[in-house]
Each structure stands twice: as structure tokens, then as C-alpha cells.
């Protein structure tokens, strides 16, 4: 089954929207398999977002993860990854569609609330980057049957 990682970023935290953010991906029907509150190093945040050195906002993007505290998590189902990212909005948030986490709570891309992993390579790269095998639990979700058919 498809996993992807998510990350409240900083600013989702500092301006209360953990919860908001979670329900939107609750509802939408993925599985919550693994979930954290955390510091994210200037180490991890570099290994993170590797793809990005050299570009002219590298250096903010890393000061921004490292700022405050970041929730993790990892979201589970088919089609994860893609339903996380239409879920979460375009990155420049003031081009995000109005319903998507970023289009209704976000103004800018260097504030946008929310990461998710963009295809499978990096969510299994990122996965294992922010949890151990150990950390992710195997569940079972009565209510699945009424979400898939
Ligand atoms: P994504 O988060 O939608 O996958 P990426 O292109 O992977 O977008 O960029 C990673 C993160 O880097 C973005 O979410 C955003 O926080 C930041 N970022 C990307 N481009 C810019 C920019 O031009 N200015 C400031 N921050 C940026
Ligand atoms: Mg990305």
C-alpha cells in the first residue's frame, strides 16, 4: 500500500492548525499509520530537502523547518501520495484553489503549511528519513469498506 509523508510545518503549528490540517486528510479517507511531534535538526532538515540545495530560497527553507516544532506523520492508502498533494494545494499558496489546505489557510510559498512527498521514491526516501519501521503501526480500519470499493 502506498505511504507518503506529511509534515505540519512550523507556521501550521504556531497558528493552531494541526488539527484543522489532520482532518482534512482524516476525512478525505487515508489511514494514519505513524505520527510525531518534533524538532526537525538543521541536519535532517538539510538531508530533507537535499533536491533543493543551491536554489536561491534553500537557505530560508531550512531556517523555516528548523524555526518551532513540526508534527509528522505518514498517510497510508492507494493513491496516497497524489491525494495528499491535491489535498494540500498548489506549493505557491497564493495560487492554491480555494479548499485545499493551502488555498484556505495560506497566503504565500514560503509560509504554506504543509509538506507531502511528491512521488514514490521520495515518500519512501522521506518515510524513512522521519520514522523507524518500528514507529509506523499495521491497523486494521473497519470504516475502510465504506471508503473503497
Ligand atoms: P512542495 O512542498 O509543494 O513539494 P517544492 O518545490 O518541493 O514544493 O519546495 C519545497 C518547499 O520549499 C516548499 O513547500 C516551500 O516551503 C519552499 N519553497 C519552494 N519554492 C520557494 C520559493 O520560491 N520561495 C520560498 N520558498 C520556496
Ligand atoms: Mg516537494
Not at 489511514?31 to 530560497?57: C, D, N, R, W
Not at 524555526?67 to 495560487?95: L, Y
Amino acid at each position: 500500500m502506498e505511504q507518503t509523508l506529511v509534515l505540519v510545518k512550523p507556521d501550521g503549528v504556531q497558528r493552531g492548525l494541526i488539527g484543522q490540517i489532520i482532518t482534512r486528510l482524516e476525512r478525505r479517507g487515508l489511514k494514519l499509520i505513524g505520527m510525531k511531534f518534533m524538532q526537525v535538526s538543521t541536519e535532517l532538515a538539510s538531508t530533507h530537502y537535499e533536491a533543493h540545495v543551491g536554489k536561491p530560497f534553500y537557505e530560508g527553507l531550512v531556517t523555516y523547518i528548523t524555526s518551532s516544532p513540526i508534527v509528522a506523520m505518514v498517510w497510508e492508502g492507494k493513491d496516497a501520495i497524489q491525494i495528499v498533494r491535491t489535498t494540500m494545494g498548489a506549493t505557491n499558496a497564493a495560487a492554491a484553489a480555494p479548499g485545499t489546505i493551502r488555498g484556505d489557510f495560506a497566503v504565500e510559498i514560503g509560509r504554506n503549511l504543509v509538506h507531502g512527498s511528491d512521488g514514490p521514491e521520495s515518500a519512501a526516501r522521506e518515510v524513512s528519513l522521519f520514522f523507524k519501521s518500528e514507529e509506523l503501526v499495521n491497523w486494521k480500519r473497519e470504516t475502510d469498506l465504506w471508503i473503497r470499493e
